[in-house]
């Protein structure tokens, strides 16, 4: 958080006195403020994550969180009595047959679901009213020119969030909390994160189903590695879908009793699957 806050502030100085330089470079940054927008949000992302990066394996490499480096190789459903002991871990759990594009299709279908049920449910019950932030950020985030947003919401957005937010923090968690409540808390700060109302409800919820499929990548035969791709790609496809369903005013159209019963459906699929895939 205070990397991305140091370094946006930073960005933004640098523009205005880019800005401030003489009147053809003023009149270019204004003529394209959605793309300079887009543009200093994604230096920003990528800088802030380059700096996490760096710090986490600075503590790595000089031991200052010696149990925070046994979770980064720990990949199982448990850790018993607030200790990890990957090798142990991998005889006693099961790994069921795996097949990458299925679950990935899966997580996909659940994710979509939630998408559209949450950003209805928040829309049209008048949450949204309750955050003036939030029609700031909305409005900016729909202005977002297509070619900014498929780059900054589809690619960039999702590599950032769940590099940090799964791959980093709720892994570390694991080492020191059971799955549930590690689950929760990463889930809490990714809300948090989005720093207002309804997008924090929205990315608390969303968290929960990430930080989840992140963990289930095990069970189902996967690595670390391999349950940050899966989610970033459900993260990606998602925020797409919300990028161009508001714009379209879809989830204001779309009845409620509709996206309720997907995700019921999406509920159908993730326990069928479950069932199949761990007993």
Request: with cysteine; proline share 3%; charged share 10%.
């Amino acid at each position: 958080f205070a990397s991305h806050d140091i370094i946006q502030f930073l960005l933004y100085i640098l523009v205005n006195l880019l800005v401030g330089s003489g009147e053809q470079m003023a009149n270019l940054l204004q003529e394209n403020g959605a793309y300079v927008t887009a543009g200093v949000q994604i230096l920003d992302m990528l800088l802030a994550m380059a700096v996490t990066w760096w710090v986490e394996r600075y503590c790595r490499i000089h031991a200052l969180f010696p149990e925070a480096e046994q979770a980064v190789l720990w990949k199982s459903m448990k850790c018993e009595n607030n200790t990890c002991d990957p090798e142990a871990d991998r005889q006693n759990d099961r790994r069921p047959t795996y097949n990458p594009r299925v679950y990935v299709v899966k997580c996909m279908l659940v994710f979509t679901a939630l998408a559209v049920f949450l950003n209805c449910f928040l829309l049209q019950t008048g949450v949204n009213r309750f955050s003036g932030a939030f029609h700031v950020t909305s409005q900016g985030q729909l202005g977002t020119p297509v070619i900014m947003a498929i780059l900054l919401f589809g690619i960039v957005s999702p590599l950032v969030e769940e590099y940090v937010f799964r791959y980093l923090l709720y892994s570390h968690m694991k080492c020191y909390f059971s799955a549930a409540l590690s689950i929760g808390i990463s889930a809490l700060f990714f809300g948090i994160y989005h720093a207002n109302l309804v997008q924090g409800l929205y990315g608390f919820f969303m968290g929960l189903y990430l930080a989840y499929s992140y963990e289930c990548t095990w069970g189902a035969g996967a690595d670390q590695v391999m349950g940050m791709l899966v989610s970033m790609i459900c993260h990606g496809f998602v925020n797409l879908l919300v990028f161009f369903g508001g714009r379209q005013g879809l989830f204001l159209m779309l009845p409620w009793w509709v996206a309720a019963l997907l995700l019921l459906i999406g509920m159908v699929v993730e326990v069928l699957y479950y069932k199949k895939t761990y007993f």
